[in-house]
């Protein structure tokens, strides 16, 4: 039996996660599931699934034989999500202990843990059911901030942020500590800060 159309969930290379309602999806749509994607299956707001590197039927109907017996299709959503890696950017300011602001960028390369990303559920809401880079950006920069300005730029000068050979160093380990729990509760893995 061909297929009305093949749905694509992903067209922009810093879309992260997409949240879609079968009502959104055309009937006999079929999705595929890259090595490097997951697809989470929602059933009237359950997890009852999660699929990967698989083609699929996106919205199958119950069987004919359910149908006689009063079963109905039940209400299905679906969150698709590229693993990864991503690289976010955060804009970093702060003051050193001499008093210059120092305006830093700062990128965190990040995957998603497989298991983990229906933790992305609790960003999706009815007025946005995307979730690109700069969504992960908005939730990790206020503590990426603090923690950058508490424990490297506030505890040293300018010349030595300037000449220090280990900052990149401490950068990632200050990272890989301080934002481990924010990070686990977007189920992110982080793969290197500089």
């Given at each position: 039996m061909a297929r009305d159309k093949t749905f694509e969930w992903r067209n922009q290379p810093h879309l992260i996660a997409s949240y879609h309602l079968d009502k959104a999806i055309p009937k006999k749509s079929e999705v595929t599931v890259g090595p490097n994607e997951v697809c989470i299956v929602l059933e009237n707001g359950r997890i009852v699934g999660a699929a990967t590197q698989t083609r699929m039927e996106v919205n199958p109907k119950v069987g004919s034989l359910k149908r006689i017996f009063g079963k109905r299709n039940p209400r299905r959503a679906f969150l698709f999500a590229h693993t990864g890696p991503h690289d976010v950017l955060m804009s970093v300011k702060g003051r050193t202990q001499d008093g210059h602001v120092v305006n830093s960028l700062?990128?965190?390369r990040v995957?998603?843990?497989?298991e983990e990303v229906a933790r992305l559920l609790h960003l999706i809401t009815p007025k946005r059911t995307t979730i690109a880079t700069a969504d992960l950006t908005n939730q990790l920069i206020h503590e990426a901030e603090t923690l950058v300005n508490q424990q490297i730029t506030s505890h040293m000068t300018?010349?030595?942020l300037r000449s220090d050979a280990m900052l990149a160093d401490d950068l990632e380990a200050t990272i890989a500590s301080g934002l481990r729990a924010p990070m686990a509760a977007l189920?992110?893995?982080l793969r290197g800060a500089y």
């Open positions: 700062v990128v965190v995957e998603l843990e497989r300018l010349e030595a189920g992110l893995r």
